[in-house]
């Protein structure tokens, strides 16, 4: 019987396949490229609605406000803020300039998510940067977006919140000592495994835990900010004389300070990766991204001043685990929680970047940029299954190779590249659509600065720190040949071709999943 059911579902699939596997080879016959789908989905409304409830595979409406508002805080509030201190501390030189950098990193990504803002309610599109890009300077630098996403980018970053995870999972079991490398990264990929697999389990149970986990880490943030703060209203301040010494600060290190700083705010643009999954998009999108932007700017600048009042900026700089030993100092009978709600924080993070990301690959894969099998959906959960599981591998490689702040600075001159290309592509939008529906509009002068700005940021890393970001730099390009040879011009033999949409229908049988079959934008 079990065997009967598997053949017919087996059956189905083949069927649900066949459809785009005979336009993909047809569109090479006729010299089209392979991964473009015709567009024959229907886009209406009133239908999208009534396909809610029935079983039509789709990526359905299910983030509200709270739910997007927990997206980006829930992203943005990982690793950052409690490894950072040490990365922007180091490269300013003085405690008060640190200060002068998280205020300014905050205003800066709070500049950018406004971009992003306008961008997500003009372009209903998923797929946040890439799908901008795409849309303003064209298929070049989008596909270079994706690529340096897929080799670079996410797999680095969540490889930071990772290792950090597994650091603060472990150091009250090794503290005073640090905790064994080794055991560090086998927790990390631990922790990686189980976000990955909660993500392909379910869409509702993603957004739940998303939100039971900002809800985590924010109190946190809370409890390290109440604590500093009444130490500092009693009179502790000394570690704010000579605050802003600046004997120590060189100017080519700066950039690498801002990286830092960046890097923990880094999460502001994840909403964008799921516009066609937001409820009320045009109006939840900036409301609860203009929210988040102010909660977690204020929240960043007091916990480090929090830090600061219990711990000096030698202590700060000796530290692997800041909020560690901050809860050592001012938490001495809490000080074994702290470490487990950071871990619940770095937890979170992950679990946002592994929501958001894929939609980004699925949308790559839906322009025809990336193979037709990374667009498809589990029939039963509706969750972008082979999006899901494409990066773990690359993932885990890095979490076994990498050091934490050598990745910081690796991945960060790719992304905050594009984000200053997105940037500028909105002023170009804006000049080539002028009569668009803008129902969120930022003036000029906002992507004017956040592009100049990051694109200065940009140039200055290159010559900080020219190993990482060259190397990083000298990857992203290893997409333009890609890019020639395999999406504008495929140079393939059909007999290649046929092969590797044989193999597709494999994978989708095994992975039980289709094409999309509503037009959700």
Known sequence: MLLACLDNSCKILKQKLQYSTKTAVVAKEKGGTVGQRPKTLNTDSSFIEEMA???????????????????????????????APKGVLKNSGSVGMSLIIWLATGIFS????????????SIKKSGGHYIYLLETLGPLPAFLRLWVEFIIIRPAASSVVALAFGRYILEPFFSPCPAPE??????????????????CWSVNWTTR???????????????????????LSSGQTENFHKAFDTSSLTMDKLPLAFYAGLYAYAGWFVLNFVTEEI??????????????????????LLTNISYYTVMTSQDVLESNAVAMTFADRALQGFSSVIPILVAASCLGSLMGGW???????FSGSREGHLPILIAMIHVRRHTPLPAVLVLYPIMVFMILAGELFGLINFYSFPRWLFIGLTTMGLMIHRYQNPDLPRPFKVHLFVPAVFTVVYFFIVGMS??????????????????????????????????FIRAFYTLTMKLQILLEVVPQEVQTY
């Open 209 to 231: 835990l998303q939100i039971t986990l900002t809800i985590v880490k924010m109190g946190a943030l809370v409890l390290i900010i109440v604590t500093g703060l009444i130490q």
């Open 279 to 300: 409820i009320s998009s045009e109006r939840n999108m900036p409301l609860s991204i203009i929210l988040s932007m102010v909660i977690v700017t204020v929240a960043y």
């Open 110 to 121: 709070t500049f950018g998510a406004l971009c992003y803002a306008e961008l997500g309610t």
């Open 355 to 361: 929501f958001t990301t894929p939609r980004m690959l």
């Open 462 to 495: 290159l010559y900080s720190d020219s190993v990482n970001t060259g190397i990083s730099f000298a990857l992203t390009l290893t997409g333009v040949p890609v890019y020639f040879l395999l999406v504008q011009n495929q140079r393939l033999p059909l007999c």
């Open 53 to 83: 409830n029935t079983g039509t595979v789709y990526l359905r409406k299910k983030v509200n406000l709270l739910g997007s508002l927990c997206l980006i805080v829930g992203s943005i509030v990982g690793s950052g803020i409690f490894i």
């Open 182 to 199: 080794v055991l560090v990264k086998m927790v990390s990929i631990m922790g990686v495994s189980f976000v990955v697999a909660v993500n």
